[in-house]
């Protein structure tokens, strides 16, 4: 085994042009080679180690499935030309004999797809009918329904207590093959509605303060590929019938869309962004829930790898909030264990941890609307055992009932004022000390002239601008606890 220095500068002289054009939409390549999972060897230290390999092995076409830095692996898919040239320049490793495409890994029929999705949404919204409202957001490019349901002691549309309440979104499998994350998103449902119904204190909590979005599957077509015909696929279902490549939505949100080689102009590629910013209905379906609900906080859940990433992805870039985005994640960390028993989830950005990545939601997410936003790599494969579903569940489950608490104890509610009619106003926010550099938009307050912003403890100083120019600043003492302002703009 070579030493992970001579790895590394080994990938400095690898040619892009010698890695073959993957296509996983079929189980072979161009070339007709099958695909095939291979585990690369490398002795990493942690997940930082094995950042400058997985970044050139993304960039140069190899599908990185995921990275386990305890076992020292790297999981690529590719065929067996890309094996050979990985085995020349001295990354060796093992091969799987299952080979990827149509029929490669029988799914265990018990995980969700598209229309059990459906199914369960429509169950949930007919039982709790005073607590959820089901709202199409989307159709996909095969004409399938985009779900999203909404839990909350005020669900109708028309209730204006809605608007005094802070709203979160989780979603799961943007990427098709990621089976797993439909199961956590879903979960979220029954564990608070039948937890309200028994009296359960933080679901109680959860109903009366927060307006919950659950979106458990955004690439339906992506799936239904998954189960009908290659279960490896990764993208949505972007191209004619008989050649669809496939988008990337998780690099075809409009923030920092293609800004930093964090994906692929290529539409073989495996991190394809789309012609243009936001082009794809999936993208198009979460930004247009994000409008609506102008959430204060966003879970994203992808595998694999046993991770929690957060905004931003492109090279050295943090936001303004990294402190205390970096302290909840670690927070949080502590609460999931990976699979095999060895430590606990990892945590950063996703330049630090893996590789940069443009035109991802999580980053969308934060800089449009100042969401708390994280993004989960859960577990340790695409498609893992049915029987992991369960402690899967449990533990995430922690997480995010955690993550809740923590944001209640942390809130500050704005409401702002119009001095000369005495109504509520939509007002753009600016905190001094929340700097926005990399084009995030101010922080804005809803239709009913409320924001909803988690602070640490600390001094925040507060200018409120309404449309026609009038302001005024406000300072804030946050102080561990929950709080509200009202700010009357004259």
């Known amino acids: 085994m070579r030493s992970w220095k001579s790895l590394l500068l080994l990938g ?7 890695v073959s054009n993957f296509v996983l939409g079929k189980k072979t390549d161009r070339s007709g080679q099958r695909l095939q999972r291979y585990f690369i060897e ?7 180690d094995g950042r400058q390999l997985i970044g050139w092995l993304n960039r140069n076409g190899y599908d990185v499935a995921g990275s386990d830095w305890q076992a020292g692996t790297i999981e690529v898919i590719t065929d067996q030309q890309g094996i050979d040239r990985l085995n020349q320049r001295g990354l060796r490793g093992s091969a799987l004999q299952n080979f990827v495409g149509a029929g490669a890994n029988a799914i265990d029929p018990r995980y969700l797809n598209p229309q059990k999705v459906e199914d369960l949404l429509k169950s949930l919204n007919a039982r709790f009918p005073e607590f959820t409202r089901l709202e199409r957001i989307g159709v996909s490019l095969q004409g399938r329904p985009i779900w999203a349901l909404l839990i909350s002691s005020t669900p109708r549309a028309d209730d204006p207590r809605a608007l005094e309440k802070p709203a979160i979104i989780f979603d799961g ?11 956590i998103v879903m979960d979220v449902a029954p564990t608070l509605l039948n937890g309200f119904k028994a009296g359960v204190p933080g679901a109680r909590q959860a109903l009366l303060n927060w307006n919950v979005w659950i979106v458990p599957m955004l690439n339906v077509d992506g799936n239904s590929i998954v189960w009908g015909e290659d279960a490896w696929w990764r993208k949505n279902a ?34 394809y962004r789309g012609e243009s910013p936001g082009s794809e209905p999936e993208t198009q379906a979460l930004a247009r829930l994000g409008q609506w609900v102008q959430p204060t906080a966003s879970l994203s859940y992808h595998s694999y790898s046993e991770l929690i990433l957060y905004p931003y992805g492109c090279s050295s870039v943090l936001t303004g909030e990294n402190a205390l985005i970096e302290k909840i994640a670690e927070e949080m960390a502590t609460l999931l264990p990976r699979d ?14 893996l590789y940069s990545v443009d035109g991802d ?11 708390l936003a994280y993004t989960f790599e859960v577990n340790q494969n695409f498609q893992p055992p049915y029987e992991l579903r369960e402690p899967t569940l449990q533990k995430h489950r922690k ?19 119009d001095g000369k009619t005495g109504a509520p106003a939509v007002a753009a926010l600016e905190f001094s000390n929340i700097p926005r550099t990399y084009g995030e938009k101010a922080f804005r307050t809803n239709a009913g002239g409320n924001h909803f912003k988690v602070l640490d403890p600390g001094r925040y100083n507060l200018r409120a601008t309404l449309a026609d120019g009038r302001r005024a600043e406000a300072v804030v003492e946050m102080n561990g606890r929950p709080q509200s302002l009202r700010v009357v703009v004259q």
């Open 12 to 18: 400095v002289f690898i040619s892009t042009a010698a």
């Open 42 to 48: 490398v002795p990493m230290r942690s997940p930082f």
């Open 361 to 371: 939601s999580m980053s969308y997410m934060h800089a449009e609307f100042g969401a």
């Open 340 to 353: 095999r028993g060895r430590g606990n989830y990892a945590t950063g950005t996703p330049w630090q941890i």
């Open 173 to 183: 499998l943007h990427h098709a093959r990621e089976i797993m994350t439909p199961e």
């Open 399 to 417: 997480a995010w009932q955690y993550f809740l608490t923590r944001m209640d104890n942390n809130m500050l509610s704005i409401q702002v004022i």
């Open 238 to 271: 972007r191209g004619a019938q008989s050649s669809i490549y496939g988008v990337d939505i998780n690099r075809n949100y409009p923030f920092k869309w293609n800004s930093c080689g964090g994906s692929s102009g290529s539409s073989g590629a495996q991190d």
